[in-house]
T-cell receptor, first 114, second 115 residues
């Protein structure tokens, strides 16, 4: 029962570097989300997708890009890493739809930009 | 705009005490959903409960209970006879009627249960 799998679990980047955070789910969920959690704060939505080929911005999209070529995968791309992007990143998925089903979360990726 | 406020940043109790975590929300939607998630020290997010805006019945699950009051826009969470394993950060969240499932999270309440 893999659920939502995020890789890597930890990463340190230098300012200006790029990287992709991977997210995969095996529950055949159409809806997927990326959140960031800053210390002592709640989660904020970065991007979301309601199905393959469809993505949209959340509350804090600047500095990030996403793609959704398959139902299973929803990678998050940081193009030019900045210290303000130091955070814990969570990927989630759900069946959502009209009844807003609960989101299943991955274990998170802890990212530090130095 | 939608908003979730968890005014209690940190709560510390002694084991076996009852504790209530407050959640106040703002929304203009008539249809919406409220959630509680638990984040233990290991860091993962665990779903606890979902409640839609048309169901104001209180719910009890073991030592956990939830009180939903639309009149005061509150969705409070009570742990009865707290245990050390309840120590975690608890988040209240709100989603709207857009059918996208997007969540607005509160800032979280850190609960420490001391033995």
């Amino acid at each position: 029962n893999a659920g939502v799998t995020q890789t890597p679990k930890f990463r340190i980047l230098k300012i200006g570097q790029s990287m992709t955070l991977q997210c995969a789910q095996d529950m055949n969920h159409n809806y997927m989300y990326w959140y960031r959690q800053d210390p002592g704060m709640g989660l904020k939505l970065i991007y979301y997708s309601v199905g393959a080929g469809i993505t949209d911005k959340g509350e804090v999209p600047n500095g990030y890009n996403v793609s959704r070529s398959t139902t299973e995968d929803f990678p998050l791309r940081l193009e030019l890493a900045a210290p303000s992007q130091t955070s814990v990143y969570f990927c989630a998925s759900s069946t959502a739809g009209y009844s807003n089903q609960p989101q299943h979360f991955g274990d998170g990726t802890r990212l530090s930009i130095l | 705009a939608q908003k979730v406020t968890q005014a209690q940043t940190e709560i510390s109790v002694v084991e076996k005490e009852d504790v209530t975590l407050d959640c106040v929300y703002e929304t203009r939607d008539t249809t919406y959903y409220l959630f509680w998630y638990k984040q233990p020290p290991s860091g993962e997010l665990v779903f606890l409960i979902r409640r839609n805006s048309f169901d104001e019945q209180n719910e009890i699950s073991g030592r956990y209970s939830w009180n939903f009051q639309k009149s005061t826009s509150s969705f409070n969470f009570t742990i009865t006879a707290s245990q050390v394993v309840d120590s975690a950060v608890y988040f209240c969240a709100l989603s709207d009627s857009s059918n996208t499932g997007k969540l607005i999270f509160g800032q979280g309440t850190t609960l420490q249960v001391k033995p």
